[in-house]
């Protein structure tokens, strides 16, 4: 069964960089597909972060490109997020996901909130 | 960026109604429309993807229809277990933006 669990400071001070990771279990990224970030802010609408896969190439919500960075690690089945210069608009429950046929996202992480504040 | 609107925002059923949610894109996706269900404090369950087709495991109550700009998710004999918040997702082009979200709410 594919699972993914995500990590990393829940507190992150404003201009800083916010860093997560998500860890997959029962399914090796080297095997293919795309694996994603989402984020959600409180009591708000999900927005689609970005994408990468095994071989590294990237797909980048263009609102967030210019401070987002997303890697993959596949010697310890893991893929990260480093969102520079955050702000309180930042702050949200951060979710990892694993995106299957159609494109969609067939299994989430179970999310984590980062709240930025001095 | 392709924006998503779905109708209405939220609405109040009862238990065995059919229910019907709308999804329209800013421009054509053909049938890269996905639609997800939330329930509070947890993350989002695929419930069909590619417009019509049903995620394993989930119950055949839910469909999707629809194609081009308008999509559309039906419940046909609504459960208490379905009372969330549906969001729809368009796959065609980066990013894969979400809608606003439908609430189903317990008349």
């Known amino acids: 069964q594919v699972q993914l669990q995500e990590s990393g400071p829940g507190l992150v001070k404003p201009s800083e960089t916010l860093s997560l990771t998500c860890t997959v279990s029962g399914f090796s990224i080297s095997s293919g597909y795309y694996w994603g970030w989402i984020r959600q802010p409180p009591g708000k609408e999900l927005e689609w972060i970005g994408t990468?896969?095994?071989?590294?190439?990237?797909y980048y919500n263009p609102s967030l490109k210019s401070r987002l960075t997303i890697s993959v690690d596949t010697s310890k089945n893991q893929f990260s997020l480093k969102l520079k210069s955050v702000t309180p608009a930042d702050a949200a429950v951060y979710y990892c996901a694993k995106q299957g046929d159609g494109r969609a996202l067939e299994y989430w992480g179970q999310g984590t909130l980062v709240s930025v504040s001095s | 960026d392709i924006q998503m609107t779905q109708s209405p925002s939220s609405l109040s059923a009862s238990v065995g109604d059919r229910v019907t949610i709308t999804c329209r894109a800013s421009q054509s996706i053909t049938n890269y429309l996905n639609w997800y269900q939330q329930k509070p404090g947890k993350a989002p369950n695929l419930l069909i993807f590619a417009t019509s087709t049903l995620q394993s495991g989930v119950p055949s109550r839910f469909s999707g229809s629809g194609s081009g700009t308008d999509f559309t998710l039906t419940i046909s004999s609504l459960q208490p277990e379905d009372f969330a918040t549906y969001y729809c997702?368009?796959?065609?082009?980066?990013?894969?933006?979400f809608g606003q979200g439908t609430k189903v709410e317990i008349k």
């Open positions: 990468i896969y095994q071989s590294g190439t990237t």
């Open positions: 997702q368009q796959s065609f082009s980066t990013p894969h933006t």
